[in-house]
């Protein structure tokens, strides 16, 4: 008999890769809130993560024997703004999950940010100190910190910027920029500010890989340090896209409501160390081009 995974943030952009990448080898229970996912291969809970009675309701229901919690208010400007509801989402249900799996003695996997990060160094490890700029890397960072007290026994994954599948989730990084590309737009690609950029089918295949292999922080990611102009490129060779409409800009000219940081790609040693090994921009870039649905 299979094991039982409760996933949170199923109907979310990672939740749709997550959803296809452990359904072969785990029964899924794929939390949403107000969206739903198209996936016939997992069963669907409706529930507001902090409504938490109702989600203890759930896990005395369903007796998982995992849990993948990737839902989070993960808009940085909407946090900016909202302070209260995010926090009520990214920092409070998010130390009620890890309870509850410390109660039930099973796997907690919390999926975090390279935002915790202030960006002037780069190329982070997981022992460097925290500094995040906005609301939301601020609260991904006690989140990481109150889970890891509440049960050290929790994974913490600091994740990068994603792309993927366009039916994922059509408003993505990626595909919001090839639509306006297709439209003939102008866009404008930063070459001075540097992720760890992965696809998330990549991220996804390296959770499943890692599960159970580890706990505590570590940082799942791409192997290249690439700025946003870097990848912009990539994705206009794979898809055949005009490069022309392509400027490059400076994170400098910009003023964004919540503070971005230049440099916070990560030091992915410790999860290579483990066995995680994603696919080169390129290569992810390709199979999206070429498998299409997934
Ligand atoms: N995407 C990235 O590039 C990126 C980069 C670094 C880290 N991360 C982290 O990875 C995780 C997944 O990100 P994502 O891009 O998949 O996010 P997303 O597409 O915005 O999805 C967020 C998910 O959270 C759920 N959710 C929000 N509030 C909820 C609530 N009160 N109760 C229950 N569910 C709630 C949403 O459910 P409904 O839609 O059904 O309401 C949705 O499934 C997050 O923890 C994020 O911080 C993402």
Known sequence: MKKKLLLTGASGFLGYHLLRVFANDWDIYGITNANEFDFTGAIPVKCDLTNYIELGNYFDDIEPDAVIHTAAIADANFCEQNKEVSHSVNVEASKNIAGICCDFQIPFVFTSTDLVFDGKKGMYTEEDEKNPLSVYGEQKAIAEDEILKIYPEATVYRLPIMFGYPQASPENYMHGFIKRLKQGEETTLF?????????????????????????????VAGRERLSRYDFGMKVVKVFDLNGGLIKQGSQKDVVNMAPRPADVSLNINKAMALGFYPMSADEELERIATEKYF
Do not use: N
Request: proline fraction near 0%; charged fraction near 25%.
């Open 191 to 219: 070459v001075d500010e540097y992720r760890s950029i992965c696809g998330a089918r990549s991220i996804s295949e390296g959770i499943f890989k890692l599960m159970g292999k580890t706990s505590g922080i570590v940082h």
